[in-house]
């Protein structure tokens, strides 16, 4: 222990100010229920009372699709007989514009996975790994140091990661409640513009993750309107983080920022609009790194593309996505049939839990909902959600996410992911689920059952005071008696 700690502050002073800062929030509990399962993971023959990993939003729905393509089209690697013939091009090159195949091949797709509303210029494509390394880069051409970026909450918590950790900047939320079904609103945008001005922070942006992590709902087109008109007035970027386009599942159909930027009344400059868009869940490919920065901005596309050098998308992948995204056919229906996929796991996992009595708010989009446990929370307190959370990883064995890790201003709503797993997996979560509601049903009226007979002994000696709406004893919708867990 003395050892360690020795060597904590040794290391404060030997190494940099990020490299000690904490500021990768690898200890929050949305990484913490990560280290649960990895230390104990469930598999459905071997560890059968093992976690179950609700806590990832990776799309393995659609693998086999992508699998039988692999299999019918071998000239797409370099590493196959069939492929091998372009290696030693391929591994020679190393522009950090990136293959000209690759760039036409994700502009096409970006238009697919927007409806075919709008066509993107692969000029204007900058690659960078992952959307994480996306959203870093764009972060350090637009802002510096101590300037900040508004985002509407909850939102996805490695964005304290990707856009604060090493450039600097800072982000201020926008609150947003459950009493509007977490929309942004104007009032909120304006509320959040005025308390960084009273603070003397600047604000260089508005980052919007549309559709939502972790709500899985998309910002309907009045919204994204009134939003360009605000940026457009007080002169600052809007960064539109749309990597979860492709996963819209139903209605309402999801509308990019490009879309309405190219609408006739619309005035908007467009220097000040830039898209981030990755690979890792359209098409479930986050371990090939492909992150996209399309900027409207020339001077952003530009230094954004020097920047990329640190963090280019490999020839080699490259090479393969670009032959994937370019054949229309496989494409289309993939897109499809993914989304067919996605709403009826979404759809199963929903209905069941609602008829446990668990809510969640509506959602169509994204690879998770966000589940209501409100009522289940001893009182409305982050420590209450803590003390839960931890109940449903020991107990139950499931990792969902704390609302809390999203920057959620409401305690007991909570991230469940979907589509990381298989049908067999889902089903055993909702039995453990089943069981934990089962369990709290029983608690609750016991504490009915005897705070009847205690209620009874109290009107006995004290009868007047039970009568009384002010009595800590009347029980409430929010009573903690009631909800006692
Ligand atoms: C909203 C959002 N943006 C960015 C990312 C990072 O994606 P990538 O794997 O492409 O870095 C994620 C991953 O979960 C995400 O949910």
Known sequence: ??????????????????????GHGEDSPYFDGWKAYDNDPFNYTENPKGVIQMGLAENQLSFDLIEDWMKTHPRASICTTEGVTEFKDIALFQDYHGLPAFRNAVAKFMGKTRGGKVVFDPDHIVMSGGATGAAETITFCLADPGEAFLVPTPYYPAFDRDLKWRTGIQLLPVVCESS????????ALEAAYENARKANIRVKGLLLNNPSNPLGT???????RNIVTFINKNNIHLICDEIYAATVFSQPNFVSIAEIIEEENVICNRDLIHILYSLS????????????????????????RKMSSFGLVS?????????????????????????????????????GLSQLGIGSLKSNAGLFFWMDLRRLLKEPTYEAEMTLWRMIIKDVKLNVSPGSSFHCTEPGWFRVCFANMNDETMEVALRRIKVFMKKQMMRRSNLRLSFSSRRFEECAMTPRMMGSPHSPLVMTPHSPLVHAS
């Open 180 to 187: 509007n079904n977490f929309n942004i609103t104007i009032t």
């Open 315 to 351: 020839t080699q992948t490259q090479h393969l996505i670009a032959s994937m995204l370019s054949d229309d056919e496989f494409i289309d229906s993939f897109i499809s049939e993914s989304s067919r996929r996605l709403a009826k796991r979404h759809k199963i996992l929903t209905n």
């Open 281 to 304: 869940k359209d098409m479930g490919f986050p371990g090939f790194r492909v992150g996209i920065i399309y900027s409207y901005n020339k001077n952003v596309v530009n230094c954004a």
């Open 1 to 22: 222990m003395e050892l360690i700690s020795n060597s904590n502050s040794n290391n404060q002073q030997l190494l940099s100010r990020i490299a000690t800062n904490g």
């Open 218 to 224: 998309v910002v309907d087109r009045e919204t994204l």
